[in-house]
């Protein structure tokens, strides 16, 4: 076997579908987030603002965290130096997973190095503790949520999206008697519209199944102490398992399931995603906590947040832009072609220093090609203006097409 050529024809597929992935190698400097430098491929330097990171408040550089980093590291070393079971769960890791139960009202979380991996151990864990488990998914679940459930060995049903009819009647379609769970998100992070949470727990207690909300998009930015959408709806009370993030609102890494005592226990038992790797750096455990812990009151950041995303809709609805709004953070600007999203995403960033990632598929259906930004309270009224100005002049630029303006 060529195993090269195996590896060429692999790649080239990639680039023959416009998919080959390029990253764009950055330095943020503390303090100074949006703006960043980008180190180009020649090694020449260029300063540019970044629009599409996920760390949606700018946590990542607050004095609270990072104090809470270095004292850790100070007073602890580098590394965990073991998974959980052996010699690496620390004084770190009890505090933020006791921060977060109490973030959730839960009554126990267990975290992970990601919340990639969280939703992936646990969705795939999950029947080995309720043998005969039905899982119902939505079909945009995040590839985490995909991934558990596909090699866990139990059954699946995908939902269309969003589609309580379909989900009713994949329910009732099933054995009354059958273990069920249901996973879904508050927030699908790439059209930025919400699930709808209390119909999905009103048909969780109909057919006697389990909850299970990815919150990774909300946790930290909604709710009255950042616990997310199911906070700010007063259902957090009806999620049997909840999974967040502590990377992109929170700044930092590290992932988590917040759930009752004896399913995180559970988990913690079963689950090889868990067992099976070293536990995160008992510095990023801190500056986790730290970050949770501060948003807990920290509505102002939030609600600056919010006014940030609706002043960009706005602004790029009044020129016509065909943007996706459905409430939330998130600002996707649809182009619908992979090559035209690639190209306008090139040209802000060398013509502008204007950083947006072209978000093509599989990660989005074909034809809805998009640049997505994700304002946060750290952009300041110039960045904003200096956006707004050169989305207006490349969209006339590539003669691309504007809604019609009322009026
Ligand atoms: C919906 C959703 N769930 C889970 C994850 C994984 O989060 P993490 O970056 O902590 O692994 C992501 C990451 O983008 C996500 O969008």
Redesign the pocket.
């Known amino acids: 076997m060529d195993y090269t050529a195996k590896l060429d024809d692999a790649l080239n597929r990639l680039h023959e579908e416009g998919r080959y992935r390029t990253f764009i190698d950055i330095e943020r400097k503390k303090g100074q987030f949006p703006h960043a430098t980008w180190r180009k491929p020649d090694g020449s330097e260029t300063p540019i603002t970044v629009w599409c990171g996920?760390d949606y408040l700018g946590m990542g550089q607050h004095p609270v965290v990072l104090e809470a980093m270095h004292e850790a590291i100070d007073a602890t070393g580098a590394g965990s130096g073991g998974t959980r079971n052996i010699s690496g769960t620390t004084v770190y890791h009890k505090r933020l997973e006791a921060e977060l139960a109490d973030l959730h009202g839960k009554e126990a979380a267990l975290l992970f190095t990601?919340?990639?991996?969280a939703?992936d151990a646990t969705l795939s864990t999950l029947p080995k503790l309720f043998p005969g488990l039905i899982i119902y998914s939505d079909e945009l679940n995040?590839a985490?949520?995909i991934e558990g459930v596909r090699r866990n060995g139990g059954a699946k049903r995908i939902f269309k999206h969003n589609d309580l009819d379909d989900l009713r009647a994949k329910l009732e379609a099933d054995d009354p008697a059958a273990p069920k769970l249901i996973a879904f998100?508050s927030i699908?992070?790439m059209d930025g519209d919400f699930g709808p949470i209390e119909a999905i727990c009103d048909l969780a207690d109909e057919f006697g199944a389990l909850t299970y909300i990815?919150e990774?998009?909300a946790v930290g930015m909604y709710g009255p102490r950042g616990a997310g959408v199911a906070e700010r709806d007063r259902l957090m009370h009806r999620i049997d398992i909840i999974?967040g993030?502590?990377?992109?609102a929170y700044g930092v890494?590290?992932?988590y399931i917040a759930a009752s005592a004896k399913m995180c226990d559970a988990v913690r038992s079963y689950a090889p995603g868990f067992i099976f790797t070293t536990s995160l750096p008992p510095a990023v455990a801190a500056g986790a906590a730290a970050s949770v812990r501060h948003l807990k009151t920290d509505q102002e950041l939030r609600d600056r947040h919010q006014t940030q995303a609706k002043i960009l809709k706005t602004r790029l609805k009044g020129m016509g832009l065909p943007i996706i709004d459905h409430g939330s953070h998130i600002v996707p600007v649809i182009v619908g072609d992979p090559v035209h999203t690639k190209q306008l995403s090139d040209m802000l960033l060398e013509g502008y220093g204007i950083y947006v990632q072209p978000i093509n598929f599989p990660t989005v259906p074909r034809g809805t090609e998009r640049l997505r930004f994700t304002p946060s309270p750290v952009h300041g009224p110039d960045e904003m203006d200096r956006l707004v100005r050169a989305m207006d002049e490349l969209w006339s630029h590539c003669a691309l097409n504007r809604a019609e303006l009322a009026g």
Do not use: F, P, Q, R
Not at 114 to 117: E, G, L
Not at 245 to 248: E, F, R, V
């Open positions: 996920n990601s919340a990639y991996i939703n995040h985490s949520m998100e699908y992070s990815d990774v998009h999974n993030t502590l990377a992109k890494m590290g992932g």
